[in-house]
């Protein structure tokens, strides 16, 4: 299973950005997932969509992120980013639908997020 995330990138503060992420092989059963960095931190989780459209997200993002997924795609629409947004977003898979990091087996490699305030 490979994952591949696109779509980061430099936006100013209350901007928007769309992060896609292509997962090939044997996801179609699997949640999705999106985790962000920021320098100097822990890797957190950000939202995760099953395969029949469940979906979790992060306090920190509510409202101003949407989670959607077609097949073995999953795309993260970021409305009015904040400079505590910028970070570097991985994708990843999981065989159950769950916030924690440790439950997701395959991970893309990273797309850096920057919002400048």
């Known amino acids: 299973v490979q994952l591949q995330a696109f779509g980061g990138g430099l936006v100013q503060a209350g901007g928007s950005l769309n992060l896609s992420c292509s997962a090939s092989g044997r996801t179609f059963s699997y949640a999705l997932g999106w985790f962000r960095q920021a320098p100097g931190k822990e890797r957190a989780f950000v939202s995760t969509i099953s395969r029949s459209g469940s979906t979790y997200s992060a306090d920190s993002v509510k409202g101003r992120f949407t989670i959607s997924r077609d097949g073995g795609k999953v795309y993260l629409q970021m409305n009015n980013l904040k400079p505590e947004d910028t970070a570097v977003y991985y994708c990843?898979?999981?065989?159950?639908?769950?916030?924690?990091?440790?439950?997701?087996?395959?991970w893309g490699q990273g797309t850096q997020v920057t919002v400048s305030s």
């Open positions: 990843a898979a999981s065989p159950v639908l769950s916030m924690r990091m440790d439950v997701y087996k395959f």
